[in-house]
């Protein structure tokens, strides 16, 4: 099957790569220097003497999904099925950062959708919700992602993604609340024009799997 992808779906990067200035890897690593320099520490002792450039490599892999799009992780993975009944994967382990300090944002997402003729592997949702985490975020606009990245896919009857996460900017440090969630949700199509396709949607959500 041929996929037809909307354009503004298939960018990964932040901005055009014309628009990025060029930050070689020995940048970053001298970045993360002059950080430690300013917190009063020194970078050269034994404890140090590594962690900028593994600070550079972890921060390359917390936000790898820059560097992926959705034609190169679907694969093809989209086919023809002709049912019309819901389709949910609950509980995806989330990890994402926030923009606004860079610190972890951990939690769990619950997507589902109605087919309209097309279904999509299962792996795949996960895999999109891990694209989109694996970037610099605010919650709500990582939810709307995922949400638009299936309903631009296939085109389904409806959409319907939650979103509950912890934030370690409101643990660690600010506010220092820790044990509070925020959930967020986005609904497409029927999810959002029906009540009882929400509903049934919210009640999958809150059952407990037994295996």
């Known amino acids: 099957m041929t996929l037809s992808i909307p354009p503004q779906l298939i960018s990964a990067t932040a901005l055009p790569n014309q628009q990025l ?35 550079v490599k972890a921060l390359q892999f917390i936000t790898k999904g820059y560097d992926e799009s959705l ?51 299962l792996s795949k949702i996960a895999r999109i919700c891990e694209m989109y985490a694996r970037r610099l975020q605010v919650q709500e606009r990582l939810t709307i992602q995922i949400a638009d990245a299936l309903q631009g896919l296939l085109k389904p009857r409806g959409v319907a993604v939650v979103l509950e996460a912890t934030h370690m900017c409101m643990v660690m440090r600010g506010v220092q609340k820790p044990g509070s969630w925020t959930v967020t949700s986005a609904m497409r199509g029927v999810f959002a024009e029906d009540v009882r396709t929400r509903q049934e949607f919210m009640n999958l959500i809150r059952h407990n799997a037994s295996f």
């Open 21 to 55: 200035p060029h930050v070689t890897e020995s940048d970053m690593i001298q970045a993360v220097r002059t950080l430690l320099i300013g917190l009063g520490e020194n970078p050269d002792r034994e404890g140090l003497k590594d962690t900028p450039k593994r600070v």
């Open 71 to 121: 034609d190169e992780l679907l694969n093809g993975a989209v086919f023809t099925e002709d049912t019309n009944e819901m389709v949910l994967v609950r509980d995806i382990d989330i990890f994402s950062s926030c923009e606004h300090h860079i610190l972890p944002i951990i939690g769990r997402a619950h997507v589902a959708y109605i087919p309209n003729g097309k279904v999509i592997g």
